[in-house]
């Protein structure tokens, strides 16, 4: 069995950074093929498992636009055939509506669909086509001239990215991250269900919020007041009630229980939210408060410049980075965001 997962283009590596990462801490055995940029199958998938890894998918993912379970591969030269040879019985309920999305090629969209729609209509009875609110979405890539030919088993909620962006929670503050990047930042930190998440710099929650979306525990800090009493309010927006919020300096902190994870965006530039640290030193002071408030086998995803250096930082506490990637704010400023781990003894 084979999952088509059709994947944000808004950064090269990200998207199957992020599937790669849910993959591994979810234990998802399966064979990735990466057709082209945004377009990935999922390939050797038992029978017995597909339900399962397809529900913690579409639950999870974040740079993933689109999940759906392959039917079968064509091309324009056996296609109608193909489409044709499809016991649509198995995967249409009632209504069904054909959307055909393009990668490099040239074939003709609306024609495409309108012909899938017409040869499944011919070979499947008691079914009708709604384009508005079908029960049934049947997703046709093109890529070349080479199609891939799916069915929609469970919806990706992205309407959520759009509605919980910041400036539309009830606590605003400028410069908080964008939920999608939050989400995928951690699913790079490994943390599965019920595991517990810390951000030291919690500043709106909007990192605590996406951990909480996909049923972790999480506890936020922040020295401002303000921002914690702030995360709080955004958590409960959200529904989200296994938290903690405490209103504390990094350096104090002591965690109650050592966390799975850690994921975060320390403040950077001129001011920074530990008071009396200017430059770098905020990052040093962070790890080394950080370090024994982890598990040992604990994740840290972070942002930060390209100007600061982690290397020395993080081998001096006994961190090690796994992956890095940049992301383009501006002219100049690189935002980078690390996966980092505990060295295994």
């Known amino acids: 069995m084979e999952l088509l997962c059709i994947q944000s283009q808004e950064h090269p590596q990200l998207p199957l950074a992020e599937l790669n990462a849910v993959m591994e801490c979810e234990d ?4 990735i093929e990466v057709i082209t940029e945004g377009l990935v199958i999922l390939k050797n998938i038992s029978q017995d498992n597909l339900n399962d890894y397809y529900e913690i998918l579409t639950r ?5 636009h689109e999940i759906h379970e392959l039917i079968k591969k064509s091309n324009v030269d056996s296609f109608e055939e193909d489409v044709s040879s499809i016991d649509w019985s198995e995967y ?5 509506a054909v959307r055909v999305k393009r990668f490099h090629s040239e074939i003709d969209t609306v024609g495409t669909e ?3 729609g017409s040869l499944i209509l011919e070979n499947c009875d008691n079914i009708k086509v709604n384009l508005t609110k079908p029960k049934s979405l049947v997703r046709i890539v093109a890529f070349g ?5 799916a069915i929609e088993r469970i919806k990706l909620n992205k309407k959520h990215f759009e509605d919980s962006k910041p400036h539309k929670r009830p606590f605003f503050y400028p410069g908080s991250m964008n939920p999608k990047l939050a989400r995928c930042m951690v699913n790079l930190s490994r943390v599965k269900e019920g595991q517990l998440v810390l951000d030291p710099f ?5 990192i605590l919020i996406e951990a909480g979306l996909i049923g972790c525990k999480v506890v936020g800090s922040d020295i401002y007041w303000k921002m914690k009493n702030g995360t709080s309010i955004n958590l409960d927006y959200y529904g989200i009630t296994d938290y903690r919020t405490f209103n504390l300096d990094v350096r104090e902190l002591k965690m109650y229980e050592k966390v799975d994870s850690v994921v975060t965006d320390p403040p950077y530039g001129i001011s920074t939210s530990t008071g009396d640290i200017e430059g770098d030193d905020i990052f040093k002071e962070f790890f080394h408060a950080i370090y024994d408030n982890m598990k040992d086998d604990a994740y840290l995803c972070m942002a930060s410049p390209h100007y600061v250096d982690l290397e020395p930082m993080v081998a001096e506490v006994g961190f090690e980075i796994v992956e890095q990637y940049g992301i383009k704010m501006h002219r100049s400023l690189t935002r980078i965001i690390s996966v980092i781990r505990k060295k295994l003894d």
Do not use: H, S
Not at 60 to 64: C, F, I, V
Not at 145 to 149: I, L, W
Not at 202 to 206: A, E, I, L, S
């Open 114 to 116: 309108r012909k899938a």
């Open 60 to 64: 999870r993912l974040g740079y993933t």
């Open 145 to 149: 001239n080479d199609f891939f030919v």
């Open 202 to 206: 919690c500043g709106t929650g909007g």
């Open 92 to 96: 249409i309920d009632e209504t069904f």
């Open 28 to 31: 998802i055995a399966a064979d």
